[in-house]
């Protein structure tokens, strides 16, 4: 009951339904999934650990700050982890990846017409589990997926038509370099769409900086990204 209590919450705090700073209502959450406050206790207490929620003793429990840090740290990894990954991929690949890969973005196509933001998330979630599944790197997988959470909600933040657009070309351009089978090629896609995705979060911070535990630091560098 605490994993099911656990995930109803974190699902709520990543798609945003409980945004960032908003206060949580124990009583509420009760009500809502018919459990005592135990299992809501326990969850709250291991998405601390996770760092989606705030507990401060007497005062009640909150939805964290995003952490730009830590956004930065974890797309550095993804970024790194991704790029070598698809460097082994090229070359070796099953061809039903091709395939794939192409009704995926197919799909993203379809989301984005309807602007249909939620369903073009789990489907850009799903471009990038196609190649790891391919792979079979589940270690790789699992070390991204830690993080994915935090990730997912800062995400979530910047979706706009434009990103929706955006992001589907640069999925292209890194299925292009899979299918010249290149890896510099399909590298570079990777790093440009993270870096792409760092850099609009970085302007949607200095517009919003109640979102951001850090968001207030930013100064006139923040536009320069160790990245390259």
């Given at each position: 009951?605490?994993?099911?209590?656990?995930?109803?919450?974190?699902?709520?705090?990543?798609?945003?339904?409980?945004?960032?700073?908003?206060?949580?209502?124990?009583?509420?959450?009760?009500?809502?999934?018919?459990?005592?406050?135990?299992?809501?206790?326990?969850?709250?207490?291991?998405?601390?650990?996770?760092?989606?929620?705030?507990?401060?003793?007497?005062?009640?429990?909150?939805?964290?700050?995003?952490?730009?840090?830590?956004?930065?740290?974890?797309?550095?990894?993804?970024?790194?982890?991704?790029?070598?990954?698809?460097?082994?991929?090229?070359?070796?690949?099953?061809?039903?990846?091709?395939?794939?890969?192409?009704?995926?973005?197919?799909?993203?196509?379809?989301?984005?017409?309807?602007?249909?933001?939620?369903?073009?998330?789990?489907?850009?979630?799903?471009?990038?589990?196609?190649?790891?599944?391919?792979?079979?790197?589940?270690?790789?997988?699992?070390?991204?997926?830690?993080?994915?959470?935090?990730?997912?909600?800062?995400?979530?933040?910047?979706?706009?038509?434009?990103?929706?657009?955006?992001?589907?070309?640069?999925?292209?351009?890194?299925?292009?370099?899979?299918?010249?089978?290149?890896?510099?090629?399909?590298?570079?896609?990777?790093?440009?769409?993270i870096d792409a995705v760092m850099v609009e979060l970085f302007a949607f911070a200095?517009?919003?900086?109640?979102?951001?535990?850090?968001?207030?630091?930013?100064?006139?560098?923040s536009d320069s990204f160790p990245f390259g």
């Amino acid at each position: 009951m605490t994993a099911e209590v656990t995930n109803a919450i974190r699902h709520a705090i990543v798609t945003l339904a409980l945004p960032p700073g908003s206060a949580i209502d124990k009583s509420l959450i009760c009500a809502e999934l018919g459990v005592s406050r135990f299992p809501v206790s326990e969850a709250l207490a291991r998405l601390q650990i996770e760092g989606l929620v705030d507990i401060a003793p007497q005062r009640g429990s909150t939805v964290s700050l995003v952490r730009l840090a830590d956004v930065r740290e974890y797309m550095l990894i993804r970024k790194g982890l991704e790029s070598e990954a698809l460097r082994v991929l090229i070359g070796s690949h099953d061809p039903s990846l091709i395939e794939a890969l192409k009704a995926n973005i197919a799909a993203q196509r379809e989301a984005a017409e309807r602007d249909d933001a939620e369903t073009f998330h789990q489907i850009d979630v799903e471009f990038h589990d196609i190649i790891y599944r391919s792979m079979g790197f589940t270690k790789i997988k699992t070390i991204i997926d830690s993080a994915r959470a935090n990730l997912d909600r800062a995400r979530r933040m910047i979706i706009t038509p434009r990103r929706l657009a955006l992001t589907i070309a640069e999925h292209l351009a890194i299925f292009d370099g899979i299918l010249a089978q290149d890896q510099a090629q399909a590298a570079r896609a990777i790093r440009a769409h993270i870096d792409a995705v760092m850099v609009e979060l970085f302007a949607f911070a200095r517009e919003h900086p109640e979102l951001f535990a850090d968001g207030a630091t930013l100064g006139s560098d923040s536009d320069s990204f160790p990245f390259g």
